[in-house]
C-alpha cells in the first residue's frame, strides 16, 4: 500500500528517478514545498525496509560533481554553503572532496586548476575512481581557457573512468565536458553529437536541470555550424525543460 501510494503521487510533481533515489536515500532534511507530502510518503515507504544503496549509488543518482548532496529537481534553490579550508580536513579524503568543491566555487580560475589538480593528485594516491573522475571533471571545467587540450583530455579521462564504472551520470556530465570543449575547438559535429548522447543519459537518469545545460550546448554549436533548425528545435527542449522545473 505504501509503495502504491507513493508510486500514485510521483507523477503529481513531475517526480523523475534521481528525485526517487533522492527522496528514499538520502540523508539531507525533509524537503519543503512541492516535495513536502511525498517525503512524507516515502519515509512511510521505508519503515521497515532494509533498501539496497549499491545500485543507485553506481549509477549515480546521489553524486554531484562537487560532492555536494544531490537536490530534487524542483523547488527553492539551496543556500549557498560556506566553504570550509581544506586545511581543516581530517583525512585526504576529505581534503581532496574540499578542494574540489572550492575548484568548482572558485572566482579564479588559475586557483581553481591549482585545487583541482592537487584533489586528482590526493584521490590518484587513494585509489579512489569516482573522487578521480571527478576531480578530472574539475581540471578540465578550470583549464578550458588556459589549456584547452588538456581540459579535452582531462574530459576524455574522466569519460572513460565514470563509462567502466558503470557511473552513468558521472559519463553525462564528463560528456557534457568534452562537448564543451569540441565547441570551444570549432570542432561542432563532435560538440553536437557528445552533447545529444549526453542529454539521453540525463534524461534516462532524470536530471533535468543537467539536459537543460546540454541544449544549451546543442544551440551553440548548432548556431555555429549555420543548422538553425536544429538550434530551435534544441531551445524548444530548453523551453519545456524550463517550464518543468518551474524556472521563470
Request: with cysteine; proline share 4%; glycine share 6%.
Amino acid at each position: 500500500a505504501a509503495v502504491a501510494d507513493f508510486a500514485k503521487a510521483l507523477p503529481q510533481v513531475e517526480g523523475t528517478w534521481s528525485d526517487v533515489a533522492i527522496l528514499l536515500l538520502s540523508e539531507d532534511p525533509t524537503p519543503s514545498g512541492v516535495w513536502e507530502e511525498l517525503a512524507a510518503k516515502a519515509r512511510r515507504l521505508c519503515q521497515g525496509l532494509k533498501l539496497d544503496l549499491e545500485v543507485p549509488k553506481e549509477l549515480g543518482f546521489l553524486w554531484t560533481p562537487d560532492f555536494r548532496p544531490a537536490s530534487l529537481s524542483l523547488g527553492a534553490a539551496k543556500p549557498e554553503e560556506e566553504l570550509v579550508d581544506p586545511a581543516t580536513a581530517a583525512t585526504p579524503e576529505q581534503r581532496a572532496i574540499l578542494l574540489v568543491r572550492g575548484a568548482c566555487s572558485a572566482e579564479s580560475l588559475v586557483d581553481a586548476a591549482k585545487d583541482a589538480k592537487e584533489a586528482l593528485s590526493i584521490f590518484r594516491d587513494l585509489g579512489h575512481r569516482i573522487g578521480e573522475a571527478t576531480a578530472l571533471l574539475a581540471v578540465s571545467r578550470a583549464t578550458v581557457d588556459s589549456d584547452l587540450q588538456g581540459a579535452q583530455s582531462a574530459a576524455n579521462q574522466a569519460m572513460k573512468l565514470f563509462r567502466e564504472m558503470g557511473h552513468q551520470k558521472g559519463r553525462a556530465y564528463a560528456m557534457q565536458a568534452a562537448a564543451e570543449a569540441d565547441k570551444i575547438r570549432h570542432n561542432s559535429d563532435d560538440a553536437v553529437f557528445k552533447a545529444n548522447e549526453a542529454k539521453k543519459l540525463a534524461d534516462l537518469m532524470g536530471d533535468r536541470a543537467l539536459e537543460f545545460a546540454l541544449c544549451e550546448t546543442v544551440v551553440d554549436a548548432n548556431i555555429t555550424q549555420d543548422k538553425a533548425g536544429h538550434a530551435v528545435e534544441a531551445a524548444k527542449d530548453a523551453q519545456e525543460l524550463a517550464v518543468s522545473l518551474n524556472d521563470q
